[in-house]
């Protein structure tokens, strides 16, 4: 590989990206940029490019923490720098790898000086080299959450702490944060994605002639990298004094009253949490204005900033899509472009005695929720009534039959296909219990089932299994300490050997591979039951983000079964898979449970460390073939052999239940719970409720001992 850089310049298209990195070259304290894009899209191209634009830096010589020499670094480990002398480098370009640890962020404790020596001494990390430079992070989605974490803290503080394994460090850390990403791998929490300052969508463009260019230049520059890299010489050079110019500008930019209210006004107006958001809005606004030569905020700077810096902001729950109303946040502009007048009081009276609104509790219907005498409003078709019928009933044996009777039409736009019914719309959300794989897993970090992880409280020590990873310090002190005489020590140097070292066994809780198998026959179909199981699952999809799962569905009707989603990390596709769920014809549990088998099969040799949790979705009805109960039996027995962990989510309603589903369960050697128990609300209430019981019991009995 060549170590020319591809030329920024060189890059064809992708205007806002361009731009959002050069506001950060310009002013490190917007925040970094997210660039959320597909595959192949030169995100990395570009990013690495950038760090070639940026002015060379002075650093204090023998700082391993990038000191500058006009303005040290008061608590740099490396100093005091009294008098120290210097010199130029060119900025850092930092590249995180996907699989990193902790301890290589923000550095640790130098084992080798600690042990040989016995010093206490600190070892830098990344986090150090990259300071006054770029840290680029490429599938900040893949990383651990704590990473993450650690990372964005790091950028927004500007300074990195470190208090581990006794070593107590704290040095600057201010950088320009880039992190990319494709959204069909996964995304971030909202929480995490609040911390970017501004996030870009990219996409490849669809003009034949630009892709031509883009290749043409990809294939100029891999047959010579140097000559190409001349012919943008100059082009680099005026782009790299303009970033110069702008930094050098950025102090003398005003931001005006009018400005600042527009920016407060359109935050308030989209709904975004905290502060945070209005506070880069203003930064991004005033790097605009640099970067454009002036000195006066405009309201074009504060439209623009808007389009970055808020988007990623209105994201309300984990499934929503990033994105910006532009007629609304233009009729904000103009609602806002003026210095405001003090309006006087008013304290005249309300020509309708109301206040400005009616309080008699009725509503032109005559209800007193606008509906009808009881409040309800008039049903809505849509919703199939308050007690609309069930149709196909789920009790009735001729639901799965060949054919249902003719009912009269119904008029739509797009009618449904006989024996299928339209798609309905998901319950909303809610919290739901925990299910967890039983046993220690050794899978990647997450938020589900116990298991050794990287990150976690420290449990036990043990002798390395491998290469050494993560050294229990006092353990080997103590295998160690015994043969010191023997060793013949003499010093404070301690002699210690290879079979003195003991790493560390961690707890902390690992994500699984959450594979729902989801009954959509005509047993599920009508439209209330639908909707409350689609709620559920969604629920589950949910759980599933927040725990930072994989997820799968599987789909069962008609004559077999359908995988819906492979497994993903992206549980905002496994939503709109589940959106768009059309239910009707038989139940062929037995295919879709197989389905599930084969799938497991193959993740158990894709990432065998990733433990399986099987969720069921069904009423327990197997129809659609010959001896189909006896089938569906038997493929359950194959997860129990394998003590597959499992769930069955009994959606059996009526007042006749047969309890097929919880059959299931007891096959599978999983838990059943209905609809009811799922909630984690409803849990708690039933907890309180049987202890409310136990105890009024226990006082009848003790009354009834007394009167005896």
């Not at 959450?145 to 950028?155: E, K, Q, R």
């Not at 809505?380 to 789920?394: F, I, M």
């Not at 491998?466 to 010093?491: C, E, K, V, W």
């Not at 609809?675 to 039933?686: F, M």
Request: proline letters at 7%; hydrophobic letters at 40%; glycine letters at 10%.
């Amino acid at each position: 590989m060549s170590d020319v850089r591809y030329p920024f310049t060189a890059i064809v298209g992708m205007a806002d990206l361009r731009l959002g990195l050069l506001l950060n070259a310009v002013s490190p304290a917007v925040g970094g940029v997210l660039v959320r894009g597909e595959k192949g899209t030169a995100k990395s191209t570009m990013v690495r490019a950038l760090a070639g634009l940026l002015p060379s830096i002075a650093t204090v010589d023998d700082c391993r923490f990038a000191c500058d020499p006009a303005a040290p670094d008061p608590q740099c480990p490396d100093g005091p720098h009294d008098s120290p002398s210097s010199s130029e480098r060119p900025s850092q370009l930092v590249e995180l790898p996907v699989g990193v640890a902790e301890d290589r962020i923000v550095g640790s404790l130098d084992l080798e000086r600690a042990l040989a020596e016995g010093v206490k001494a600190y070892e830098p990390g990344l986090l150090a080299r990259a300071h006054r430079g770029v840290l680029y992070i490429d599938e900040v989605n893949l990383l651990q959450d704590h990473v993450v974490d650690l990372l964005l803290d790091a950028a927004a503080m500007g300074r990195s702490y470190v208090e581990r394994e006794g070593v107590s460090v704290r040095h600057a850390a201010r950088f320009l944060l880039v992190g990319t990403m494709n959204p069909e791998e996964g995304e971030l929490r909202p929480q995490l994605l609040d911390r970017f300052g501004l996030t870009v969508e990219i996409a490849a463009t669809r003009d034949p002639a630009e892709r031509a260019e883009v290749v043409r230049r990809r294939l100029g520059y891999d047959a010579d990298p140097a000559g190409f890299a001349a012919r943008f010489a100059e082009e680099e050079r005026a782009l790299a004094e303009r970033i110069t110019a702008a930094r050098e500008l950025l102090p003398k930019v005003e931001l005006t009253d009018v400005a600042l209210r527009q920016i407060t006004a359109v935050c308030a107006a989209f709904e975004v949490d905290g502060l945070r958001a209005d506070i880069v809005m203003a930064r991004t606004a005033v790097a605009l204005a640099a970067w454009d030569g002036r000195t006066e905020v405009l309201e074009e700077d504060v439209r623009k900033a808007a389009q970055l810096a808020l988007p990623h902001r209105r994201r309300r729950n984990p499934f929503d899509a990033p994105g910006l109303d532009e007629e609304q946040l233009d009729r904000t502009l103009e609602e806002h472009a003026q210095q405001e007048e003090p309006e006087p009081e008013d304290d005249g009276p309300d020509p309708d005695g109301d206040g400005g609104g009616s309080d008699d509790g009725d509503g032109p219907e005559g209800g007193p929720d606008g509906g009808g005498p009881d409040g309800g409003g008039a049903p809505d078709p849509s919703d199939g009534g308050p007690e609309a019928p069930e149709a196909p009933s789920p009790e009735d044996p001729a639901s799965d039959g060949p054919e249902a009777p003719a009912q009269p039409p119904v008029p739509a736009q797009h009618p449904a296909p006989a024996r299928e019914s339209a798609p309905v719309a998901a319950g909303d959300p809610y919290r739901t219990r925990l299910f967890t794989v039983k046993g220690t897993g050794h899978g990647a970090q997450g938020r589900r089932s116990p298991a050794e992880t990287t990150g976690g409280h420290t449990i036990r020590a043990r002798r390395p299994q491998g290469a050494l990873a993560r050294l229990h310090l006092t353990a080997t002190l103590q295998a160690a300490a015994p043969h010191q005489a023997a060793r013949g020590r003499s010093g404070r140097a301690l002699v210690v050997h290879k079979d003195d070292f003991r790493e560390q066994v961690r707890q902390g809780r690992e994500s699984n591979l959450v594979l729902f198998v989801v009954d959509a026959s005509g047993s599920m179909a009508a439209r209330q039951r639908m909707t409350a199981v689609k709620g559920a699952v969604l629920s589950l999809l949910m759980d599933a983000y927040q725990r930072r799962d994989k997820i799968g569905m599987i789909t069962f009707r008609g004559s077999g079964a359908e995988l819906a989603l492979p497994p993903t990390s992206s549980v905002e596709v496994g939503a709109a898979r589940l959106e768009s769920l059309p239910t009707g014809g038989r139940t062929p549990l037995a295919a879709g449970l197989l389905r599930a088998h084969e799938v497991l099969r193959v993740e158990r040799l894709r990432d065998p460390s990733r433990r399986p949790l099987l969720v069921v979705v069904t009423d327990g009805r197997a129809t659609g073939g010959r001896d189909a109960l006896a089938q569906s039996r038997r493929a359950a027995a194959l997860f129990a052999a394998q003590g597959t962990a499992s769930v069955v989510l009994d959606c059996e309603s009526g007042p006749v239940r047969l309890g097929l589903a919880r059959t299931l369960a007891g096959l599978l050697g999983g838990t059943a719970v209905s609809l009811d128990e799922l909630r984690a609300e409803g849990v708690a209430s039933l907890v309180r409720e049987n202890r409310a019981a136990d105890r009024s019991a226990n006082r009848s009995t003790t009354s009834m001992r007394k009167a005896a």
